[in-house]
């Protein structure tokens, strides 16, 4: 099959690209359920293992629950696991994804990110893994298919390192749909950069002296482990930069935490999640070709939050709108507005903040809609005031 | 069949030093069902009684690999253990030489109500397991609310005998036929008291290769409000008043494994128990004697099937 | 006893010495003591089956006596010791020192 050509150019579509990587990857065991937009990665994968391109086991489970459960009974036991969701499938989740960052499983999880009822729409945005923001999961954030395909291989490596699970996002439909000309890297290769996984502790691993995996802790403990998973947390950071370094060296395609786009002299900045990016790049050169100094930050890694980063990147701006295609319903922006504004707040002369929520439900953001928010931007600079902190654009 | 003599020489899997009260139905369960094969087991268990009071950090009573997860999903975490099993053994990460077999432990509350999917799911998928519900008839951990497993009559916290409603006003949810319901190889209702039936059902479920099921009536003094030391005699009465009916599926076929050679009233279960005592107040003789009819059907019921291939 | 801050402490609230309750002492519960009559004990070891606290001893067959350690004097071994043979009865603790 053509998935078998490697470090060739294919046209593939986010789906097909994060499926194609879980086959290279091979993992012991794939605990999964379908849902909308996603769900191609599934259906994919489980043709791989019906026709014995991989030998993983898959556990095609009765609700997202499960999935999550089986894959955190299948990690504590000693496996390399890996599966996708989206949107209430990732809800479905919600208690396990504390319990499996808890316990310090390194599990993959591809999120396919869609909108949560209600109403219910199966459309893009990021309300999903926004809401999973403080699960204790390492969070990667892809714009292209290319880089979804890519973080696939490093949060494999990234979660083994750290001991804490990792969730792969990319934009339900337009990322996971869409076919893009992309580079894939040899079976070999992907198996060299990932190695072997040999977890220290595990269920299996010495039925001798038997382990027992999670206890009740009371007060005199809990708050221990979870310092140590906060340790682990920032500890994340670092890893993501080096692993990210490693995977630059071996396959030529450079990730940071934050993808800076025409920042160092920029005067106002856009701040995004995903592929909207390259959207709000053609805005930046057409209104560069205008003489506008414009940019954009696009934050790949959000949690653990690249703050420091952050702040380094926006400093010297006069201006900058955070574009959060969820929102907080705190009256108070979304929350890529709150951690970046927050972020900032120790730089000496920091730019002014602004919140606007965008493409929810799959509302489509457009080169118009960028530039509009950059012309707000240029006016906040050029009055000195902001007239809306918070507000709802593409409606 | 093993004697006690034998089964006393085998390595204690269950220590004692866990916090279940004092006269808890619970660990004479598991300590006999640990000690029923000669194979490696794996356990998990669903948060409730038997996972608080057996792992309280940083002490753990179970020397055998164990895991909880949640409440939920006791069955769903057990086959994530058991097909990584299969997949690192396929893969020779983990030296295959002796048998390792899978247990998940969950009370009434974690299996009949919140923990039905995970344990409907894993059952259909065939994982090769025993789910062992250890059935004390309310969710006990939190403090004696109903579940669909208490039984009518019964005074619960969720389900008072108040001065309009006299106490639990629903028949109980009979998951074990639910469980059969399933096609599986082996699904059985046991006791602690009658400890070789309990024993062999274990022995025999554990070696069958894939999905099986244990409903196994537990004693509980704190929420029945009865003695810790009759915990072990109102679990003969269970059967003995034909209330909780010792039998087996196998392969699809009923047999039923205890008798009692007189039925009991089932007066003689209701009233040592304090969740009952209302019932033999004025007017509580209506209820117990639609107990007793449920009771009477259920049974003759459960003949008629006798050695019939019901699934 | 670990430290209860250490950070040392294994990942994840791991237990690594399965088993290690039975160092846990809960003979602090009991009100009530079982007391063996050795004369009596004809070795049926119902006792011991039916013990939620793994408390009664057992060597080469033989019942040899109670763990106080772990024995929270529930009753059960005194109660199901078969009605011929009443081996076994329960005394209060203060009864017992």
């Not at chain 2, 009692?260 to 019932?279: S, T, V």
């Amino acid at each position: 099959m053509a998935t078998e050509k490697s470090n060739e150019m294919q046209g593939l579509t986010g789906n097909s690209a994060v499926a194609l990587a879980m086959k290279q990857i091979n993992p012991d065991v794939c605990p999964a359920y379908p849902i909308t937009p996603s769900t191609a990665i599934i259906e994919t994968f489980s043709s791989y293992v019906a026709d014995g391109e991989v030998d993983t086991e898959l556990i095609t489970v009765e609700s997202e629950h499960s999935a999550m459960s089986a894959s955190i009974g299948a990690a504590a036991a000693g496996a390399r696991v890996m599966t996708a969701t989206s949107s209430q499938g990732l809800a479905l989740m919600w208690e396990m994804l504390y319990i499996a960052s808890g316990l310090r499983l390194p599990i993959v999880l591809t999120n396919v990110n869609r909108a949560l009822a209600a109403p219910i729409n199966i459309h893009c945005d990021h309300s999903d893994s926004m809401g999973a923001r403080d699960s204790g999961w390492v969070q990667l954030y892809s714009e292209t298919v290319q880089e979804s395909y890519d973080n696939v291989f490093m949060a494999v490596r990234i979660a083994e390192k750290v001991r804490l699970p990792v969730m792969v996002c990319l934009d339900g439909f337009i990322t996971s749909h869409a076919i893009e000309n992309m580079a894939t890297i040899s079976d070999a290769n992907v198996q060299d950069f990932v190695g072997e996984y040999t977890p220290e502790t595990s269920l299996l691993k010495d039925m001798e002296n038997p382990i027992s995996i999670g206890a009740m802790t009371l007060p005199d403990y809990y708050m221990t482990f979870k310092k140590q998973q906060s340790e682990a947390m920032a500890e994340a950071k670092d890893v993501v930069e080096e692993v990210s370094a490693e995977f630059a060296q071996k396959f030529g395609r450079e990730y940071g935490l934050l993808d800076s786009y025409e920042l160092e002299d920029a005067d106002v900045a856009i701040v995004i999640f995903n592929s909207a990016t390259g959207t709000t790049k053609v805005a930046v050169d057409e209104l560069r070709k205008e003489g506008f100094k414009v940019g954009v930050l696009r934050i790949r890694l959000f949690r653990p939050l690249p703050h420091a980063e952050i702040a380094a990147a926006l400093k010297g701006l006069k201006a900058v709108a955070c574009l959060d295609r969820a929102d907080s319903f705190n009256d108070f922006g979304g929350p890529l507005f709150n951690e970046v504004r927050s972020s900032i707040y120790d730089l000496e002369d920091r730019p002014k903040v602004i919140s606007r929520i965008y493409g929810l439900g799959g509302r489509d953001y457009k080169v118009e809609d960028a530039k509009s928010v950059f012309e707000e931007l240029l006016k906040v600079v050029e009055t000195g005031t902001v007239e809306e902190m918070t507000k709802y654009i593409t409606i | 069949m093993a004697n006690l003599k034998e089964l006393a020489g085998k390595k204690e899997l269950f220590t004692g030093g866990h916090r279940l009260c004092a006269g808890c139905g619970i660990p004479p369960i598991v300590r006999l069902v640990l000690r029923s094969t000669d194979a490696n087991l794996v356990a998990s268990t669903a948060t409730g009684c038997l996972e608080v009071g057996t792992t309280i950090y940083p002490y753990s009573s179970w020397r055998i690999p164990w895991i909880h997860s949640a409440f939920e999903n006791s069955a769903a975490t057990i086959s994530g253990v058991e097909t990584a099993y299969r997949a690192l053994k396929k893969r020779g990460r983990i030296p295959a030489d002796k048998e390792t077999k899978f247990i998940a432990f969950g009370g009434d509350g974690g299996t009949y109500d919140i923990g039905l999917q995970s344990l409907s799911g894993a059952l259909e998928r065939g994982h090769d397991f025993l789910y062992l519900c250890y059935d004390n008839g309310a969710y006990m951990n939190t403090g004696i609310q109903r579940s669909s497993a208490t039984p009518m009559g019964s005074n619960t916290t969720t389900s008072p005998a108040g001065e309009v409603i006299p106490g639990k006003e629903e028949w109980r949810k009979d998951l074990t036929r639910i469980v059969v319901a399933h096609n599986v190889p082996y699904a059985a209702q046991a006791s602690p008291h009658n400890w070789k039936d309990l024993e062999k059902k274990a022995a025999k479920a554990l070696a069958i290769k894939g999905p099986t099921f244990l409903n196994v009536m537990s004693p509980c003094p704190l929420g029945w409000y009865s003695k810790p030391e009759d915990s072990i005699q109102l679990a003969k009465l269970s059967t003995d008043t034909c209330y909780w009916p010792l039998y087996e599926v196998e392969d699809g076929v009923m047999k039923v494994t205890y008798k009692p050679r007189e039925k009991k009233p089932i007066e003689d279960w209701l009233k040592p128990q304090g969740r009952f005592k209302h019932l033999f107040k004025p007017g509580g003789d209506v209820i117990i004697e639609k107990i007793q009819a449920q009771i009477d059907r259920e049974w003759e019921r459960l003949l008629d099937l006798e050695g019939r291939q019901i699934f | 006893m670990t430290d209860k801050n250490n950070e040392e402490l294994p990942e994840g609230g791991v237990i690594h010495e399965g088993g290690n309750a039975d160092s846990y002492e809960t003979g602090g519960w009991r009100k009530l003591r079982p007391v063996l009559d050795n004369e009596k004990c004809t070795n049926c070891l119902i006792c011991w089956v039916m013990c939620p606290d793994s408390a009664i001893i057992v060597e080469d067959g033989k019942m040899v006596g109670f763990d106080m350690e772990h024995c929270k004097g529930c009753g059960i071994c005194d109660t199901e010791c078969p009605p011929k043979i009443k081996a076994i009865k329960m005394v209060s603790e203060e009864e017992a020192d």
